[in-house]
């Protein structure tokens, strides 16, 4: 769906493609500036200006490789742009930023996991460090390859999955207690 909602941008000037596309991919990219920003407003002020780059430069869309990471990385340093030029004295180091909004697809699975089971997942994932917790959301959440997360991130595709290990160890240790318990229910 993706690569025709591209075309008709790029050669058909589709306004209607490029709403559907910009639909599919905002609240995503929103949570991912706001992990920089740590604000509303200027998450989504800084996804639009992305947004409204690529609307005009759809001519060049073709010559993008990854159009996620592209969109990834425009929102990435966008934010860091932003964050030098207002002189806050935030610190843009990627392990010290906080995720926010981080929340399970539902799927046929999940809807028989119990609300206790969830929230303890959930839980776990919050109790994540910072770097940790935001590559396990842009792989887990927002479907990215790692690879992609790697290079949207600027960080080496081992980083990525030595952090999504971590992750893990860290899901299963908390969820393992409760799952030898389902176990002995059925």
Same mark, same amino acid.
């Given at each position: 769906? &993706? ?25 995503? *990219?929103?949570?991912? #500036?706001?992990?920089? @920003?740590?604000? %509303?407003? =200027?998450?989504? +002020?800084?996804?639009?200006? @992305? ?6 430069? %759809? ?15 425009? $929102?990435?340093?966008?934010? $860091? ?22 929340? =399970?697809?539902?799927?046929?699975? &999940? =809807? *028989?996991?119990?609300?206790?089971? %969830?929230? %303890?997942? +959930?839980? #776990? ?8 917790? =935001?590559?396990?959301?842009? $792989? ?5 390859? #790692?690879? +992609?997360? #790697? ?11 030595? &952090? ?8 299963? +240790? ?11 229910? $059925?």
């Amino acid at each position: 769906m &993706q690569p025709i909602l591209l075309h008709r941008i790029q050669f058909e000037n589709d306004e209607l493609a490029f709403r559907e596309f910009y639909e599919a991919n905002v609240f995503r *990219l929103f949570q991912f #500036a706001f992990t920089f @920003v740590q604000n %509303r407003e =200027l998450s989504e +002020e800084i996804v639009n200006d @992305v947004f409204l780059k690529l609307w005009h430069k %759809r001519g060049r869309i073709d010559q993008i490789e990854n159009i996620s990471v592209y969109l990834y990385v425009a $929102v990435k340093n966008t934010a $860091v742009n932003y964050l030098r030029q207002s002189k806050n004295r935030l610190d843009t180091d990627l392990g010290k930023q906080a995720v926010h909004h981080f929340y =399970l697809s539902p799927d046929p699975e &999940q =809807l *028989l996991v119990t609300d206790e089971l %969830r929230r %303890r997942i +959930e839980a #776990a994932i919050e109790g994540l460090p910072p770097r940790c917790k =935001l590559i396990f959301k842009l $792989v887990k959440e927002d479907g990215l390859s #790692a690879a +992609e997360v #790697a290079a949207i991130l600027s960080i080496s595709y081992k980083t990525v999955t030595t &952090q999504l290990t971590i992750a893990l160890r860290k899901l299963e +240790e908390v969820l393992k207690p409760s799952l030898q318990q389902h176990r002995m229910k $059925v």
